[in-house]
Structures are given as C-alpha cells and as structure tokens.
C-alpha cells in the first residue's frame, strides 16, 4: 500500500513558479528511479489540463494517463517550500507531493490527504514545519507536538463542527463497570483542553441515560471550552441497573453543533443498528455519530473512470455541482457521505473505477443538478467515455 515516508520528503526548497516546482519534483522520482525521466513531460501536461492544487498550501502533481507506462513503481516525493510558491490564482503551495502511479494505488494517500485536509490550520501548520517528521505529523492529522489538529488551540476560535477524532474513541477498555467507563470518556476530553477538571467532575457525577440497545450517555456542560464528544466501549458487556452497558457516548456541550451528532444517534436507534457502533473501529464510529443521512432528490450513477474519482475527475464533478444552488451530498457503496461541492471531501471517498454512488440534491434546482451530474459522469468527467 502506498504510504508516506520521512525518506520521501525534502525540506527548504524553492521554486519561482509551479512548472520549475513540478521538474523538481519529477526529477526527484526519476532518482529514486519510481519513474523515467520523460513523465515530466506528463505531470507538465496534466498541470495545463487542470490545477492540481487541493487547497490549504497542498498540490499533488502526477502525470496524465497517458503516460502511466513510464512509470516504473508506484512512488511519492514531497518537497517543502517554506515561502511558498505561485500556482496560479492566488493559490499558495507550501507543501507539493508529486505521485507516480501504476494504477490506482494512490487513491489510499489522496484519501488519508483530503481527510485531513477538510480540517481548520492546515496551510499554517505545514508553513511552519521545520523536519520531516512535523510534516508527517500534520499529514497524520497531528500537529508536531502530537495533539490531534482538530482538538488543538480550539479555545477563542469559532467551531463549524463538533470535535470527535479518533483520539477521542477508546474501545475495549478494561472497566468493571459504567463509572469508571465515564471516567475515561471524560478523562480524554479533558486531554484535549474540551474541558477542565470541573468538567471532568460534573461529568462524573451527573446521572448517566440509558439510550437503549447498551448506548449510555453522559453529558456535561460546565467549564466546556469546545464541543466535543469521545466515545468508549468496555473489554465485556457489562451491567448497570439491571440494563446492558457496551458503550457510552461523553458529550461536553457549549453550543448547538452537536444536534446532528445526537440525530445520527437517533436514528441508529431508531432502525435498530445502534450495534454497529460497538463492532466497529474509530474511522467508522465517527462516520456513524458525524454523518446526518442526507434528503432530497436522489439519483445513482456508476462512475467508469479507469482509474476512479481522482484529481481531474473529480475537479470537474465538483465544478458541475457548484452550477447549482441545490444542497448536493454523494454517498458511496460503504454508505459514506459527503458535500458533493468540496473537492477534498470528494476524494476523501476514494472511489474506484465501476463504483456506485448515490447523489442527494436538496433545493429548487435539484433534479436539474443531477441530471447534469449524471450527463457529466456518462462523459467521463474530462476523460472520455
């Protein structure tokens, strides 16, 4: 599986503009012999065709189709551009991750990339990093001190979502009853600066409800500095009040985002699947307790790129959903769901070649926005029938 490496990463560079960046970058795979020296001539080609700027100072420069035949192995090389460098419409690069790829392998790194990329200081944090390692860091979804970017320096900033990472999740732990699974959920929002030691206290000592189906939940709302919420479940089943105990969602509430977090538990109970919380893994669980199912019109496509939804793909789908005013979500097989109009949650689904997804639109022109998404997708996005 293609990955990122501290070995892949070069620091203090710079460049006048993107085309001197992407030669440098082609060269660099051309050393570590992942590709011949021609394809810059494709990740030359496929700049012109589309932008491959993703946003927050990060651009993933890679060849055309064409010429996945110089391509000897799949590879990646980062370079760092401390000052930045101009990649045309205002747009910044700080970190520029040129991808060399036989087939699809590199829909895995896009994904990791984009998930991260939809948080809030990206472009900041990589301006600073100062190693390899802080750059890895930042592109694991931490800051180089290792807190989860989403749970670091949240007092005095303005939320758009709840806080629920995978820092936040705790499975399997060993309690021996309901209190000491509260301690823990409140102790992990309490590492994360959500809240300080009064909160951990009246989080504790506030009855918890039983939500049914062996879901607990604790709340406080003292001393709570962002909205946040950790999740924990027990090594074994165990028994509170004659009622089963496999989980327990913490909420630390200081405002009203987390009301679609409690409508995706909502309608977990209400269809019955409030079990797959307790047989899933941290991805999934803030999948499950994030993602409100959306409404509307619906229309499902098969998407029959070669190589899936990636760069200039999914560029051109995005540019078909922002011609409408329509609220657009496009879920995947796995029942994922995301903003149909954001380029990095798009890819964040990793789609493949022959995938099904289905599209949500809500708003006056909503069967128009899918019509034309399905006529965008029966062209091949950009890239033929």
């Known amino acids: 599986m293609l990955s990122l490496s501290t070995n892949d990463i070069q620091l203090k560079q710079s460049a006048s503009n993107k085309q001197h960046a992407i030669k440098a970058l082609a060269q660099s795979l051309a050393n570590k012999t992942y590709v011949e020296a021609s394809y810059v001539d494709g990740m030359l080609a496929r700049e012109a065709q589309h932008s491959t700027y993703l946003g927050n100072g990060i651009a993933i420069p890679h060849g055309t189709v064409d010429t996945r035949d110089l391509v000897n192995k799949t590879g990646v090389q980062l370079h760092h551009y401390p000052q930045g460098v101009d990649w045309g419409e205002g747009q910044v690069v700080y970190l520029a991750i040129a991808i060399a790829a036989k087939s699809d392998e590199h829909l895995?790194?896009?994904?990791?990339?984009?998930?991260?990329?939809?948080?809030?200081?990206?472009?900041?944090?990589?301006?600073?990093?100062?190693?390899?390692?802080?750059i890895i860091a930042v592109l694991e979804g931490k800051s180089a001190e290792g807190s989860a970017l989403e749970g670091s320096s949240l007092e005095g900033k303005q939320q758009s979502a709840t806080l629920l990472t995978t820092d936040l999740i705790q499975l399997a732990f060993p309690a021996q009853d309901l209190s000491q699974l509260i301690a823990v959920a409140a102790g992990l929002l309490k590492h994360h600066h959500c809240i300080d030691n009064?909160?951990?206290?009246d989080a504790i000592t506030t009855p918890a409800y039983h939500l049914g189906q062996g879901l607990w939940l604790a709340k406080t709302t003292k001393s709570v500095t962002a909205t946040a919420i950790s999740f924990?479940?027990?090594?074994?089943?165990?028994?509170?009040?004659?009622s089963a105990v496999e989980g327990i969602i913490m909420l630390a509430s200081a405002?009203?985002?987390?009301?679609?977090?409690?409508?995706?538990?909502?309608?977990?109970?209400?269809?019955?699947?409030?079990?797959?919380?307790?047989?899933?893994?941290?991805?999934?669980?803030?999948?499950?307790?994030?993602?409100?199912?959306?409404?509307?019109?619906?229309?499902?496509?098969?998407?029959h790129n070669s190589h899936g939804l990636h760069a200039r793909p999914s560029a051109?789908?995005?540019?078909?959903?922002?011609?409408?005013?329509?609220?657009i979500q496009v879920t995947n097989a796995a029942g994922k769901s995301t903003n149909a109009k954001s380029l990095m949650k798009l890819m964040s689904l990793g789609v493949r070649c022959d995938e099904v997804l289905t599209f949500t639109a809500n708003g006056s022109d909503a069967e128009l926005a899918l019509k034309a998404i399905g006529e965008g997708i029966k062209a091949g996005l950009g890239e033929g029938k």
């Open 198 to 201: 009064t909160g951990v206290a």
């Open 232 to 242: 924990v479940t027990p090594a074994k089943t165990l028994q509170q009040n004659s």
């Open 316 to 327: 051109i789908l995005v540019n078909i959903a922002k011609q409408y005013q329509a609220d």
């Open 108 to 134: 895995a790194i896009l994904k990791q990339l984009t998930h991260v990329l939809s948080a809030d200081g990206i472009e900041q944090q990589l301006q600073d990093c100062d190693s390899a390692e802080a």
């Open 255 to 303: 405002n009203n985002l987390h009301l679609d977090n409690m409508q995706c538990v909502v309608d977990l109970i209400y269809n019955q699947q409030v079990n797959q919380l307790f047989n899933a893994d941290a991805e999934t669980i803030i999948r499950l307790l994030t993602e409100v199912k959306p409404s509307g019109v619906t229309a499902t496509f098969t998407i």
